[in-house]
């Protein structure tokens, strides 16, 4: 709801509001928090250096990181004024990935006289957050560069905050980083051209003492896969400033005479219930505001990928083998990952020709297909558009078409070139190339990859046409296509983002495949993005990664907690029997672990286990699983007991695999008691039913 009394402008959703006013021209933060029926500007705040400012600006006397840089031969400072307001119908499209819907929008106009730039904040109140993006239109005569534009300001009163966000790297992607802001600047940002495995584009800032079910937790959420930056500044007043959104890089951008660019959109979720309450708000919002309507809260197909078992040795015989060995196990679709176009028989060479080896596959893409629905199942296939190897009929036929800079030889990653995507021809031919193998095949999934990140690119602007570019190819894809289902993946999950979700419904998660790994991986990935969005398979043993061996039943429970798949070969019985029983029991309460409410139980980077419990919307239903790191020494089975959360107090529930039937409030208070096999990485599930 969005409430404005006089130059008071209050937004609100079911739990939050957020508040600025005007004054002297300036627009004033007022407040970010638990939802107030009324809100007051305190009107005699000093409009001094240490004011809360709604959107930072430079060079006339905020010291603080600025939210804006506008950089002219007349200078860097501006001095945005309030002009008016105005209530949209409809959010602005703004020519990327953002919330969908016809929501209604305050829109704040403000104007820097002397310079001529026109500045337009908008803010959307949904149920569960606010979304906030801006707009700034060169209305002068001349043009200016843009050095930073970011998409939402906030400044926190003074008082203790963490802040938590998520670091990696390839294999380990998105570990929680947990510390106290201190003063002084931090940011948490990309340069590769990609969100990154490195740095995720979210943050909380915490409560010190919030944990998953008590305290304040604010969550922001960039809407983007590119460059981006999120800083923390802690002031002399302990008063902290949050800015975000997509990160210019050097030598600014462009913006001629009466060019208008938008921010990307922040989603920012307040919760006064701890970490736990802001991340079912992300997933509720993203569920009903940025998932693709075709494929949200739909059942994902179970997929076999050939990847981590077939890896280059692509060829007609070794995939009608996996295919059969797929059978009658309860999976959906077949992928083909890499190795089959061009001449692909390691990851020096083809990418960019996107044409059927028929050294290894004579008899096409068709033979292929025809054995999977033979055996009851559909296709899938591995793409990596973005992408060209030196070594490539492409790139003989297009040099010119590599991202490139001053007349340098481009820099390589895993031996290939990114191509640039900010060109329309190039574009056009990837999805000309995509579109027929697509066309010409029966494919109802596509994996989509990005290997690399981006280097030699020509100037700030042309990281975010690149962007749009890869936007466009999927627009064009889903469209085209309307029933395709396309997996995001980038060398595992450096590019799990809200931008990707929006095309990609389900987001390979890591290459990291080894099921105590993936439980701390899902776990932090669950802080902000859904279970329906991770894609995790269950693989062999000892596992490539880690080269650990922990239990089927145990990978099994993990790679359930979200979107099941695998990625092995199927060769003996005993892994048959195990694998038919897995996608049952998974089938059967697959609705309420994707669409459900998560509570996260125990933080396997911290408590020695993993635990997370669903609950349906309705209360009716729950999915349990449980996976404990070391033995102990017992003289029978380990027996731990854990409080479960979220289930209706007075509903009783069965236990599926017990029998017990006891009510929410006892299964909650009590706990349930789990008798685990005496072996590292043991693991239990338990199915409740409202009875
Ligand atoms: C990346 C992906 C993997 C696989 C390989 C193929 O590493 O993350 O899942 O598709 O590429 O080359």
């Not at 959420?221 to 400033?241: H, M, P, V």
């Not at 997509?246 to 009466?258: K, S, T």
């Not at 797929?326 to 176009?341: P, Q, R």
């Amino acid at each position: 709801m969005i409430t404005i009394d006089g130059n008071t402008y209050h937004l609100q959703g079911d739990a939050y509001s957020y508040c600025f006013y005007v004054k002297n021209g300036k627009l004033l933060h007022g407040y970010y928090g638990q939802r107030l029926e009324k809100f007051v500007a305190v009107c005699d705040a000093p409009m001094d250096d240490f004011a809360a400012y709604e959107y930072g600006e430079f060079g006339r006397g905020d010291f603080r990181s600025p939210s804006i840089v506008v950089r002219d031969n007349g200078g860097i400072a501006t001095d945005f004024q309030f002009v008016s307001h105005e209530i949209l119908a409809i959010k602005p499209r703004i020519g990327m990935p953002q919330l969908r819907g016809e929501h209604q929008t305050l829109a704040v106009y403000l104007r820097d006289e002397k310079r001529g730039i026109k500045l337009t904040l908008f803010y959307t109140p949904l149920s569960q957050g606010l979304c906030r993006s801006a707009a700034i239109e060169n209305e002068s005569a001349e043009s200016v560069f843009v050095d930073k534009f970011l998409s939402t300001c906030v400044d926190f009163p003074s008082g203790e905050y963490d802040i938590l966000h998520l670091s990696g790297r390839p294999n380990k992607e998105r570990d929680i980083v947990r510390e106290r802001v201190s003063e002084g600047i931090k940011t948490i940002s990309s340069t590769r051209g990609t969100t990154s495995h490195e740095h995720n584009c979210f943050c909380a800032l915490l409560q010190p003492e919030a944990n998953e079910e008590y305290g304040n937790a604010y969550g922001f959420n960039l809407i983007y896969s590119g460059n981006f930056a999120i800083e923390t500044e802690k002031d002399a007043l302990g008063q902290i400033r949050l800015n975000a959104g997509e990160q210019i890089l050097y030598g600014g951008w462009e913006l001629n005479a009466g060019e208008r660019i938008y921010t990307p959109e922040v989603v920012c979720v307040y919760s006064a219930k701890g970490i736990g309450e802001m991340s079912r708000q992300f997933h509720t919002l993203y569920r009903k505001h940025l998932l693709d309507p075709r494929f949200v809260d739909k059942i994902r197909p179970i997929v076999i990928n050939s990847w981590e078992s077939v890896v280059y040795d692509v060829c007609e015989e070794t995939m009608f083998r996996f295919i059969e060995n797929a059978k009658g196990l309860g999976i959906d679709t077949v992928v083909l990952d890499d190795g089959w176009f061009g001449k692909r028989d390691n990851d020096d060479c083809s990418l960019g020709d996107w044409v059927v080896d028929k050294r290894k596959l004579p008899n096409g893409l068709q033979a292929i297909i025809r054995k999977c629905k033979e055996n009851g199942m559909k296709f899938g296939l591995w793409f990596e558009p973005e992408m060209v190897s030196p070594d490539s009929d492409l790139n003989r036929l297009h040099p010119d078409w590599v991202l490139q800079s001053c007349h340098r030889e481009s820099v390589q990653f895993r031996n290939q070139w990114v191509l640039d995507f900010s060109k329309k021809e190039v574009v056009d031919y990837v999805f000309a190339s995509m579109k027929k193998v697509l066309d010409e095949n029966d494919i109802s999934y596509v994996k989509w990859d990005m290997n690399r990140p981006l280097t030699d690119v020509l100037n700030a602007k042309k990281y975010r046409a690149y962007m749009l570019g890869v936007y466009d190819l999927y627009e064009r894809l889903t469209t085209s296509f309307p029933n395709l289902f396309i997996e995001g993946c980038s060398s595992g999950g450096g590019r799990f983002d809200p931008a990707i979700l929006y095309y990609s419904p389900m987001i390979w998660t890591s290459d990291n495949t080894d099921a105590w790994s993936r439980t701390m991986i899902q776990h932090s990935t669950s802080l902000c993005y859904p279970l329906q969005s991770m894609s995790n398979h269950v693989s062999a043993c000892p596992n490539i990664q880690t080269g650990r061996t922990i239990s089927f039943a145990t990978r099994g429970t993990v790679a359930m907690m979200g979107c099941l798949g695998y990625e092995l070969h199927v060769e003996n019985e005993e892994e048959r029997v195990a694998v038919r029983m897995q996608t049952a029991t998974y089938q059967k309460d697959a609705d309420v672990i994707l669409t459900g409410d998560l509570y996260r139980l125990k933080n396997p980077f911290t408590d020695g286990a993993f635990a997370q419990i669903v609950v349906s919307e309705d209360k009716q239903k729950a999915v349990f699983c449980y996976v404990r790191k070391d033995s102990e020494p017992t003289r029978g089975k380990i027996v731990e007991r854990v409080c479960l959360r979220g289930l209706g107090e007075d509903v009783l529930y069965k236990a599926e695999e017990t029998g017990e039937i006891q009510t929410g409030k006892t299964w909650m208070c009590v706990g349930v008691q789990l008798r685990l096999e005496k072996s590292d990485y043991a693991c239990a599930s338990l199915h409740f039913s409202a009875v």
